[in-house]
Every structure is written in structure tokens, then in C-alpha cells.
């Protein structure tokens, strides 16, 4: 399915911005907040993959609310109200031609969600919550909101980080160690609202926003998402909202990831659509994750220029990917500058990430190389699981023209001929306990 075209309704003085793609009942409405853009959107494999999944059955609209994304912007010192927002939603739905629709919807969309529910039930036949509130602030019947302080360290977060990728590893943990996504994540940011715009319109939403007496309005069939451990929205928020609303039905997402859905919020969404879990291979599997990086990439790109940089890129990417074929290795992806990759045994991995070191230093690159062994989670092509995420770390640590590795893998490659140096113990950021990590000897290699 190809990106579908971006079109607009006027809603007032401003236009709107949706795309309407896939086909089949129910139709289904996602609502995202401060941050959407319908057009970056798309550059997200992981979540344009999930739409082109639920479009191939449902007829699907995506649109961005007032001031975010390709929709109008508004003025910082007046925001519209909730009800105006709500009527947003429901001019996408008019123009589209849907009378009944299953509204997605996530962070502060959940509240114009909720309301067009509350305000408009014979149109919602069903309402999704994923990582969202009735409310973020604290006050007296109200205990597990933000307290004052708590919400000024978080505006001055999003003042100070909006649009960068140190702020989007806040949000998405999970996915901190692909720079890839994480730069493209930012750069959303960026192109749906400036770092005061963002900061002024949640410091609105975050003092203000209340839809607590709307819940027991809602009729719709209801599911609420919430990731465990979010810093951003706790997941007693998600609770709150189960409890509120009869006959809601609520699922813990592993994980603190808010800026991207695990997989399992596809499946549940599907499940709810359709009332059919969807037939995924999951397979669980020990492997040996290898990360590499190209040292000083953004310097040399800018001293070599765009065309020449480019060349040594490709002749960077040809030499690893014939190395992997060398060893039996399988490339998972690759990370603008890098890659990820996994092996069936460590002693090969080690001996593939030597040779790649050795052949790309003779192209005048300095690669830094991570190695962990363990339990990773298979799904089609992809790899998930806290290995990865330690793998990255590991290559984080590493020297230029280093291979370092944690000490599960030096401990499985005993008897291997292959020597290592101790480069003692460091806490890996997200990642508890701390790791002793060791560098391979340059001689050790093939």
C-alpha cells in the first residue's frame, strides 16, 4: 500500500489535516496528540506497518488535530477548547463519509476521544485509550496526578528537548540504541511544533485537562492500553480509566516505550477489532547480537562532502554485508551509519565483528563494535528483547576500533583461542546491575 494522499477539511477558520487509506468495517479513526504529523508519519516502519495490517480490514483515518502536524497551527495564548478539538474529529469523519467509527486514540487525544464518545455515542462503536488520561494533574480526589513540581520538571523537559533525540530516548526507551528511528522521531517533532509551542500547549494540557466526568458517559466498547513504565503517565493513569468506565477492559504493555507501541498493541488492537488474536510468529530464540558503528561519521560526511561520503558509505555497507555471509551471520538492520546483527555462536561473531574491523579500517573508518549473548525475541524479520538493548550498550562503550564484549559472551567462547582484555566493570544505561565488559585482542582475530 502506498502513502495515501494528505487531504483537508475546514473546521472554523482553520483546515485540517487527514488521510483516509485501506478498506473494509468497522472504520477505524486513530487520534494522536501534540507531536503528530499524518505526512512523517509514514517514515516510522513500526507504526506504518500496523496501519497497512489493521487497513487490509478496516477502512482507516488518520488526521492531526489544530495545532500539530500539517493542520493549522493555533495561537499559543489561545487554545481551543476540548469541544473544539472534538470537532476536528468529527469534521474528518463527516468528510470521509462515516457514520460509526472506532476511535485510537493516545497521550492528550485521548481526552478529545473520550469527549466525542461521551458527547456523540450513537457514532463511537468502539474506543481504544493507549497510553493516555482523564486527567494528569493531582488535587484532592485525585492523588495519582503529577503534584505541581512534578509537572514543571516535566515542562521544563519538553522546553529544553523537543526535537531532539535525547528527548525522544525519554519517551521510547525501548528504542533508544536505533539513532535511525530516534532522529526521525525527532525531526516529527520538529516539523509538528516548535520547542515554545510544545512547551506552552502542554503546559495547558498537563494544569488543565479534566475529563474525568465524562467517563461514565462513555457507552462504546472500551479498551485501555498503558505501558508499565513510563516516566510521562504512570500507569495508574491507564487504571483510572479502566475503573471509570463501565465494562473497560485493561492490558499492561511491557516496557516504558510511549512514542512507539510495543508489538502487543497491535495484537490487542486487532484482537478488539476483530475479536481474533493475529497469527504471529513468535519465536524465542539465544543468540549473539553484534552492533557496529562508524566513528566521527558526521564529521567525516561534512569534510568529504555528500557524493563522496555517500561512496564510502556503500563500500562500508558491501564490505559488512559480505562478511556476514562469510560467517552465517544475519543482518537485522542497519543504522544509517551501522549495523544490527545476530549469530547462531558467539566464537563466529566475535571472529566476523575482527575481520569487519580490520577490512573497513582499510576504507579509513574507525568502527566501535558491541557483543551479548542472549535470550532475544523473534518476530518475522525483526529482533527484540533486553539482549539487543544491551548489545547497544555494550557497542557504546567501545573504543574506536574496538570490539568489545560482555562477559557472557567472553564466558561462552572459553577454549576458543580467542584472548581478551579486561575492561572492568560499567553501569549500562537502562540496563540494571552493572556488566564487566571485555575488549577482543586485535590478535585474536581469523
Given at each position: 500500500?502506498?502513502?495515501?494522499?494528505?487531504?483537508?477539511?475546514?473546521?472554523?477558520?482553520?483546515?485540517?489535516?487527514?488521510?483516509?487509506?485501506?478498506?473494509?468495517?468497522?472504520?477505524?479513526?486513530?487520534?494522536?496528540?501534540?507531536g503528530?504529523?499524518?505526512?512523517?508519519?509514514?517514515?516510522?516502519d513500526?507504526?506504518?506497518?500496523?496501519?497497512?495490517?489493521?487497513?487490509?480490514?478496516?477502512?482507516?483515518?488518520?488526521?492531526?488535530?489544530?495545532?500539530?502536524?500539517?493542520s493549522?497551527?493555533?495561537?499559543?495564548?489561545?487554545?481551543?477548547?476540548?469541544?473544539?478539538?472534538?470537532?476536528?474529529?468529527?469534521?474528518?469523519l463527516?468528510?470521509?463519509?462515516?457514520?460509526?467509527?472506532?476511535?485510537?486514540?493516545?497521550?492528550e487525544?485521548g481526552?478529545?476521544a473520550?469527549?466525542?464518545?461521551a458527547?456523540?455515542?450513537?457514532?463511537?462503536?468502539?474506543?481504544?485509550?493507549?497510553?493516555?488520561?482523564?486527567?494528569f494533574?493531582?488535587?484532592?480526589?485525585?492523588?495519582i496526578?503529577?503534584?505541581?513540581d512534578?509537572?514543571?520538571?516535566?515542562?521544563?523537559?519538553i522546553a529544553?528537548?523537543?526535537?531532539?533525540?535525547?528527548?525522544?530516548?525519554?519517551s521510547?526507551?525501548?528504542w533508544?540504541?536505533?539513532?535511525?528511528?530516534?532522529?526521525?522521531?525527532a525531526?516529527?517533532?520538529?516539523?509538528?511544533?516548535?520547542?515554545?509551542?510544545?512547551?506552552?500547549?502542554?503546559?495547558?494540557?498537563?494544569?488543565?485537562?479534566?475529563?474525568?466526568?465524562?467517563?461514565?458517559?462513555?457507552q462504546?466498547?472500551?479498551?485501555?492500553?498503558?505501558?508499565?513504565?513510563?516516566?510521562?503517565?504512570?500507569?495508574?493513569?491507564?487504571?483510572?480509566?479502566?475503573?471509570?468506565?463501565?465494562g473497560?477492559?485493561?492490558?499492561?504493555?511491557p516496557?516504558?516505550?510511549?512514542?512507539?507501541?510495543?508489538?502487543l498493541?497491535?495484537d490487542?488492537?486487532v484482537?478488539f477489532?476483530?475479536?481474533?488474536?493475529?497469527?504471529?510468529?513468535?519465536?524465542?530464540v539465544?543468540?549473539t547480537?553484534?552492533?557496529?558503528?562508524?566513528?566521527g561519521?558526521?564529521?567525516?560526511?561534512?569534510?568529504?562532502?555528500?557524493?563522496?561520503?555517500?561512496?564510502?558509505?556503500?563500500?562500508?555497507?558491501?564490505?559488512?554485508?559480505?562478511?556476514l555471509?562469510?560467517?552465517?551471520?544475519?543482518?537485522?538492520?542497519?543504522?544509517?551509519?551501522?549495523?544490527?546483527?545476530?549469530f547462531?555462536?558467539p566464537?563466529?561473531?566475535?571472529?566476523?565483528?575482527?575481520?569487519?574491523?580490520?577490512?573497513?579500517?582499510?576504507?579509513?573508518?574507525?568502527?566501535?563494535?558491541?557483543?551479548?549473548?542472549?535470550?532475544?525475541?523473534?518476530?518475522?524479520?525483526?529482533?527484540?528483547?533486553?539482549?539487543?538493548?544491551?548489545?547497544?550498550?555494550?557497542?557504546?562503550?567501545?573504543?574506536?576500533?574496538?570490539?568489545?564484549?560482555s562477559?557472557?559472551?567472553?564466558?561462552l567462547?572459553i577454549?576458543?583461542?580467542?584472548?581478551?582484555?579486561?575492561?572492568?566493570?560499567?553501569?549500562?544505561?537502562?540496563?540494571?546491575?552493572?556488566?564487566?565488559?571485555?575488549?577482543?585482542?586485535?590478535?585474536?582475530?581469523?
Amino acid at each position: 500500500m502506498e502513502r495515501p494522499e494528505t487531504k483537508y477539511v475546514a473546521v472554523g477558520d482553520a483546515d485540517v489535516a487527514y488521510q483516509v487509506f485501506g478498506q473494509g468495517s468497522p472504520d477505524v479513526l486513530f487520534c494522536y496528540g501534540l507531536g503528530s504529523h499524518i505526512d512523517y508519519f509514514w517514515d516510522l516502519d513500526q507504526l506504518a506497518d500496523s496501519w497497512r495490517r489493521i487497513a487490509s480490514k478496516n477502512r482507516s483515518i488518520l488526521f492531526d488535530r489544530r495545532g500539530t502536524g500539517a493542520s493549522d497551527s493555533v495561537p499559543r495564548d489561545v487554545l481551543p477548547t476540548w469541544e473544539e478539538w472534538a470537532e476536528d474529529l468529527a469534521a474528518v469523519l463527516d468528510v470521509v463519509g462515516s457514520r460509526q467509527a472506532v476511535l485510537i486514540a493516545s497521550m492528550e487525544a485521548g481526552a478529545i476521544a473520550l469527549l466525542f464518545a461521551a458527547l456523540h455515542p450513537e457514532r463511537v462503536n468502539g474506543l481504544v485509550l493507549v497510553n493516555t488520561a482523564a486527567r494528569f494533574a493531582a488535587d484532592d480526589d485525585y492523588p495519582i496526578g503529577f503534584a505541581p513540581d512534578a509537572l514543571e520538571s516535566m515542562l521544563a523537559i519538553i522546553a529544553a528537548g523537543w526535537g531532539t533525540a535525547e528527548f525522544v530516548e525519554i519517551s521510547s526507551p525501548g528504542w533508544a540504541w536505533d539513532k535511525e528511528l530516534m532522529t526521525s522521531i525527532a525531526r516529527q517533532l520538529r516539523a509538528s511544533a516548535t520547542p515554545r509551542t510544545a512547551s506552552e500547549q502542554y503546559g495547558y494540557l498537563l494544569r488543565h485537562l479534566d475529563v474525568r466526568p465524562t467517563l461514565p458517559l462513555v457507552q462504546a466498547p472500551t479498551l485501555v492500553l498503558h505501558v508499565r513504565e513510563s516516566p510521562f503517565i504512570p500507569i495508574e493513569l491507564g487504571r483510572y480509566l479502566a475503573e471509570h468506565i463501565a465494562g473497560a477492559r485493561f492490558v499492561e504493555i511491557p516496557g516504558g516505550d510511549v512514542g512507539l507501541p510495543h508489538p502487543l498493541v497491535h495484537d490487542e488492537i486487532v484482537h478488539f477489532l476483530t475479536g481474533e488474536r493475529p497469527d504471529v510468529e513468535v519465536e524465542r530464540v539465544l543468540t549473539t547480537v553484534m552492533f557496529t558503528d562508524i566513528v566521527g561519521s558526521t564529521e567525516q560526511a561534512a569534510s568529504l562532502g555528500d557524493q563522496r561520503w555517500r561512496s564510502l558509505l556503500d563500500n562500508h555497507d558491501r564490505t559488512v554485508r559480505d562478511q556476514l555471509r562469510r560467517f552465517r551471520g544475519s543482518e537485522i538492520k542497519t543504522t544509517g551509519d551501522g549495523f544490527v546483527a545476530c549469530f547462531d555462536g558467539p566464537a563466529r561473531a566475535i571472529r566476523c565483528a575482527t575481520v569487519i574491523r580490520e577490512a573497513t579500517a582499510r576504507l579509513g573508518l574507525r568502527l566501535r563494535t558491541g557483543l551479548h549473548t542472549g535470550e532475544c525475541e523473534v518476530r518475522g524479520d525483526d529482533l527484540g528483547g533486553l539482549a539487543v538493548h544491551i548489545a547497544a550498550r555494550v557497542g557504546a562503550k567501545a573504543s574506536p576500533r574496538e570490539v568489545l564484549v560482555s562477559g557472557t559472551v567472553k564466558d561462552l567462547v572459553i577454549g576458543s583461542g580467542i584472548d581478551f582484555a579486561d575492561r572492568g566493570e560499567h553501569e549500562l544505561k537502562g540496563v540494571p546491575g552493572a556488566w564487566r565488559l571485555f575488549a577482543v585482542k586485535a590478535e585474536s582475530a581469523p
